[in-house]
């Protein structure tokens, strides 16, 4: 069954849905059974990373889905690590997130961070690019580049990522980089879309929240869609994973957009992009 999650087309002409589950610090040992849960809750779209360590688990939960649900319903996502940074090397990373997870095929592989340091994500790039060419990949993007990394990969290359994954949450919009991304037709997935929980708690959004008869959870992930901001909420609870996917039945009007908006603080919950490496 495919999903009711409403999609987005990338630049490269595949689709993939605006709300995923995320499985960061998602044991290894409960990472196939949350899978599961969410796909019986509706999801369709999961992201993983070699980081993560949990790919297995994510493969094992696609298999089971494949058993009575078709390849194309589902969207896999996984990432590169920084240690695997380089033309050859990143070959051999994807050969072993494949061989973890167990698929012919990876919907979208990304640069997890640009690694500025090392001065390889171009070639890693290459190598993205390479894959997609071969089949072995449907679409190819990064995570946490900043701007002048994006520049550099279509000044070196041509290639554009189709999907860009950042933090990103009322109180870190990246206005200036999503406006990047909207020039050049790439996408904006946010991870840590609640700010690691620090916003859930704001009373911006706890008033919003209470109005709406909605969590707090809800508001926030529905002002990332209504800004076309694509997004993978991570719980490892059934009842939040469920919960977090019911937002397609209420809509934010400006005022209140305009309210989650007035946050911004330029606060991140995570690392800046040029300190990771």
Avoid at 120 to 149: C, I, M, P, T
Wanted: aromatic share 8%; net charge negative.
């Amino acid at each position: 069954m495919t999903s009711s999650v409403p999609r987005t087309l990338l630049a490269d002409g595949s689709s993939m849905d605006m709300l995923g589950y995320g499985v960061y610090k998602v044991p290894p040992e409960e990472t196939q059974e949350l899978c599961t849960t969410a796909f019986a809750a509706g999801y369709r779209l999961v992201d993983t990373a070699a980081l993560y360590g949990n790919e297995a688990g994510v493969g094992a939960a696609v298999r089971s889905y494949l058993a009575s649900g078709e390849r194309d319903d589902l969207f896999v996502t996984s990432k590169v690590w920084n240690d695997a940074h380089g033309f050859d090397a990143t070959l051999r990373a994807f050969d072993a997130t494949m061989e973890r997870i167990g698929l012919d095929r990876l919907d979208l592989y990304l640069i997890h961070w640009p690694v500025p340091s090392q001065d390889l994500y171009v070639e890693s790039w290459r190598a993205l690019n390479q894959l997609k060419a071969e089949g072995r990949v449907r679409s190819v993007g990064v995570s946490n580049f900043q701007q002048d990394h994006l520049q550099r990969l279509l000044d070196e290359t041509g290639v554009v990522p189709v999907l860009n994954q950042v933090e990103l949450h009322p109180y870190l919009q990246q206005r200036e980089l999503r406006a990047f991304h909207d020039q050049h037709g790439i996408v904006t997935q946010a991870w840590s879309p609640l700010g690691r929980g620090k916003v859930l708690d704001d009373p911006v959004v706890v008033d919003l929240a209470a109005r709406l008869g909605r969590t707090p959870a809800q508001v926030i992930l529905r002002w990332h869609l209504q800004h076309g901001i694509l997004t993978i909420p991570k719980s490892s609870s059934p009842e939040r994973i469920s919960s977090n996917l019911d937002i397609f039945d209420f809509e934010l009007d400006i005022p209140q957009l305009d309210a989650l908006d007035s946050l911004d603080r330029d606060q991140r919950s995570g690392s800046h992009p040029d300190r990771v490496g």
